[in-house]
């Protein structure tokens, strides 16, 4: 079963960012983090064992990006198929070896979400990031470089650490 992932700001499961459009337009909501806390207060949690638990959401054999925040984004502003953004990133193997980075370097990286410049993974994890959001992101082989890696730098099926910090984006 793939792994659930949890919203970066308000710890629903995704997708909240189409349960906010949703209730962004009711005045009674003056943030994302408002309609979120309403969100969690309606929503319980699936418990084990329960019909339904979570069939529609596991969807067996296909991998996911594991999101764990460090810092919070704006959680409104989300960036998307055919925009260029700008990222610091550093990638580190399992063990913590460090293959790359964007801020030793001292230069932020953009790439143009849906092209293909990056790892699958990566991209599937930037659409789930709003503006200013700094995560870590566990992806794992069949997302990265699968099983012939990237000699010498990532050897075969390796599960992929990055900590990703979201800076801008912009429509082309």
């Known amino acids: 079963a793939r792994m659930l ?3 970066c700001e308000c710890s629903l499961r995704d997708p909240c960012r189409p349960l906010y459009a949703r209730v962004k337009g009711n005045s009674s909501f003056e943030s994302a983090r408002a309609a979120s806390a309403w969100a969690r207060s309606t929503m319980a949690e699936p418990q084990a ?4 638990q ?5 969807q067996p054999g296909e ?8 810092k919070p984004g704006d959680a409104v502003h989300f960036p998307s198929q055919g925009q260029t ?3 610091h990133y550093e990638g580190k193997l399992e063990d913590g070896t460090e293959f790359d980075s964007s801020r030793k370097r001292g230069r932020a990286f953009e790439f143009l979400v849906g092209s293909g410049m990056v790892i699958p993974g990566l991209e599937q994890a930037i659409v789930r990031m709003s503006r200013g959001q700094r995560a870590m992101l566990t992806i794992p082989a069949e997302l990265a470089y699968g099983q012939t890696g990237y000699p010498p730098v990532v050897p075969p099926n390796a599960t992929l650490v990055f900590d990703v910090e979201l ?6």
Do not use: F, Q
């Open 5 to 7: 992932s949890w919203c």
């Open 63 to 70: 991998p996911e990006v594991g999101i764990e925040t460090v």
């Open 54 to 58: 979570l069939d529609e959401l596991e």
């Open 85 to 87: 953004v700008r990222i």
């Open 49 to 52: 064992g329960e019909e339904g």
């Open 167 to 172: 800076l801008a984006y912009s429509a082309n």
